[in-house]
């Protein structure tokens, strides 16, 4: 069974202004469904509320419904805490003010959303009680900003609403995100490498492989889809050579020696880089696993939750190859989910899951967050490329991450690796303790 647009396909849109503007109102009102709880109370909405659906002509969106920014006391911290985390999380923002009411408070808040690159519709409410301030709305059409005039009780402006949502969601300029269609053209072939461990849910197949096979059919590309077991059989009995092999990175090895050098090969973690984060920055960082020595603390982080098993790719494959190639044992701290600690300096480097079910604002900020604290930030298909001595190769069908790769190996020349670079130092040893 492939299950409808998973939330990181999602566009996601946040409603965000003062408690009891009407935040909640407008989702019920745009969604036409009772998502959130209503009431003249200040403060109803305290934890925030998702809702996915289909919004013409935009296509699936997420709604995100925030607690009001200006909640008081120890709990109303925690829930602007959260707010504010909620923005890093989205692709467009919605500030909703009461017309008329206007202040300081929805000036700061417009400057924070804009200055996080996030577009933004105000919204302002309550129309049927009151009027919006005239030289504001001028103030708004000579500054760009998307507005509507809206009075969620009774649907007044939400057509507006929606028009204004599509012209910010979809700029002409805006070309859509691919996985691989521009990698493989109508009538050729990709195989795609989907093993099934116990974390696979039974019945299911992963999202993004989900995303892959429609995406190649949709450009009339052939797509084969094989566990890693039938990959040798599969190529051996296709007439003409597949244009990219795509694998999970947990058989990255296995494959790498099935597939002839000749057929460009790459992970889906590596898409999924290029997808929804940086890849050329994540492919320096992972180059800097060669700076890392035995005792450095190395983070780990998992966007989505799962129960682990005995042979996780995070918790145990990762460690194991990473720690065989710097040749001693490393620190790992895993977190899960939105848990991320406030401070990474204890780190050296810290090695990202692909983020198939986060959106990429998302992961960018969380990108971005490392950048600022000097922290290099990869992902698994990356370091794990790395560490099996295969990322040249399987970066090869993306011209500027391989020449980054090329040019931060520069600094490792022989010896270049942490590995060559011990052995000389035990030989050294031997040799001393021999004289």
Known sequence: MIRATSKGFRLHIGFFGRRNVGKSSLLNAITQQHVSIVSEVPGTTTDLVEKPMELLPIGPVLFLDTAGMDDVGALGEQRVAQTRKAIGRCDLGVLVAEAGVWGEFEEKLLAELRAQGIPVVVVLNKVDLNR??????????????????????????????????????APEDNEPSVILRDLVGPQETAVL???????????RIKQLQAQSIRELLDGEACCVAVKETGLARTLSNLMTPPQLVVTDAAVFEQVAKVTPESIPLTAFSILLSRLKGDLVAQTRAAVSVERLKPGDRVLVAESCTHHPIEEDI??????????KYVGGELKFTTVKGRDFPEDLSPYKL?????ACMWNRQEMMNRIRECDRQGVPITNYGLV????LGILERALEPFP?????YKEERQQYREPHSLRAAMQNGEEHMRFVSQA
């Open 193 to 203: 490498v989907m093993p099934f461990d116990k974390e696979a849910p039974k019945g």
């Open 400 to 404: 500027e991450a391989l020449a980054a």
């Open 132 to 169: 919006p301030e005239i030289d504001l709305l001028i103030r708004f059409e000579q500054a760009g900003i998307k507005y509507a005039k809206v009075a969620a009780t009774t649907g007044e402006g939400l057509e507006t609403l929606r028009t204004r949502l599509a012209e910010v969601a």
């Open 384 to 387: 794990i490329a790395y560490s």
């Open 350 to 354: 810290l090695i990202h899951c692909g």
């Open 314 to 323: 995070g918790r145990v494959k990762i460690p194991q190859w990473l720690q």
